[in-house]
C-alpha cells in the first residue's frame, strides 16, 4: 500500500488540463468573465454640434436656469426670461467597430468662464443615447444632448467651458 498513494498522485497530476473559465469578481455571484476579443476599429468620437444656449435675456440679478434638453425642447426659470431661437442642442457622431455596444460618459458639471463677475454652470447634461447603445452596421452613432444651465449673480458676458466626454466599448 506504500505505493498506491504516490502512484495515484502521480497519475492525478499527468491528467490533461481542463480549460478553466475565470471568476469574475465584479460579476454577480457566479458569473464568469468572458473577454470579448480585441477591438479591430478604435472608437472614436468627433463633435458634430456644439451645446449653445446663445443669447438670454434676464430680467433681474437673482439667477435663473436655462433648460435645453436633447429632443430641443426649451425651459427657463426665475430671472432669465427667454432663450434664444439660435440656440442648440451638441451633437456627436461615435464611429468605431459595427455592432460594438459602447458606453458615453458625461461630466456632472462644467464650470463656464467668462468677463463678467457672475458664474455659470452647466449641470444635468443628458442624452438621447439609447440604454443599450450599439454602433450601426457601417460602425456609426449619433447622439445629440443637452443641459441646464444655472446663471446666479451679474452673468453679462460670452462664456466658455470645455466638456470632457469620452466614449469606449464595452
Do not use: H, N
Not at 472608437?43 to 440679478?61: A, H, K, N, P, W
Not at 459602447?102 to 455659470?120: D, K, V, W
Not at 449619433?142 to 446666479?152: D, H, N, Q, T
Amino acid at each position: 500500500m506504500r505505493w498506491t498513494l504516490p502512484a495515484l498522485l502521480c497519475a492525478f497530476l499527468l491528467l490533461p488540463a481542463m480549460p478553466a473559465a475565470a471568476q469574475c469578481r465584479l460579476c454577480p455571484e457566479g458569473g464568469q468573465l468572458t473577454e470579448e476579443a480585441p477591438a479591430k476599429v478604435p472608437v472614436q468620437l468627433e463633435l458634430e454640434t456644439s451645446l449653445d444656449f446663445d443669447t438670454l435675456v434676464l430680467t433681474g440679478s437673482a439667477g435663473g436656469l436655462a433648460r435645453l434638453a436633447p429632443d430641443g425642447s426649451r425651459a427657463t426659470q426665475g430671472a432669465v426670461q427667454a432663450l434664444s431661437g439660435r440656440a442648440m442642442m451638441g451633437e456627436l457622431l461615435i464611429r468605431g467597430e459595427p455592432g460594438r455596444a459602447i458606453q458615453l460618459t458625461m461630466p456632472e458639471r462644467i464650470a463656464l468662464f467668462g468677463p463678467g463677475g457672475g458664474s455659470l454652470v452647466i449641470q444635468r447634461l443628458s442624452s438621447d443615447l439609447p440604454s443599450a447603445a450599439r454602433l450601426d452596421g457601417q460602425g456609426r452613432l449619433r447622439v445629440r444632448f443637452g443641459g441646464e444651465l444655472l446663471i446666479s449673480g451679474d452673468a453679462e458676458g460670452d462664456y466658455r467651458g470645455d466638456i470632457a466626454i469620452t466614449v469606449d466599448y464595452l
